[in-house]
């Protein structure tokens, strides 16, 4: 069996430098169905690790070179797309 992974989002983060960690884990499908009406905290308890990986790259973000540069006041989008195929 072979997994395929594809993820795309946008950031829209202040300047500096960030790690990102890959991670992957299960959940029971009843815990699944009820996941958005849990606290974030209590999530970790219901997911079982598989695999993780701490610190597998860097994104840095610099400041912008030309027109207007409008200050950072702490947003962050992370609308996107994920897909994951199991061949």
């Known amino acids: ?17 960030y790690t990102f960690s890959l991670g992957v884990g299960e959940i029971s499908r009843e815990n699944y169905n009820q996941i958005k009406f849990i ?22 973000v610099k400041a912008k070179t030309r027109g207007v540069v409008f200050p950072f006041h702490g947003l962050v989008d992370l609308k ?6 199991i061949i």
């Open 1 to 17: 069996m072979d997994l395929s992974q594809l993820q795309s989002f946008d950031l829209n983060i202040a300047i500096g430098q």
């Open 80 to 85: 996107g797309h994920h897909e994951i195929k």
């Open 39 to 60: 606290n974030y905290y209590k999530r970790e308890r219901l997911i079982n690790g598989i695999f993780s990986a701490p610190n597998i790259g860097v994104i840095e």
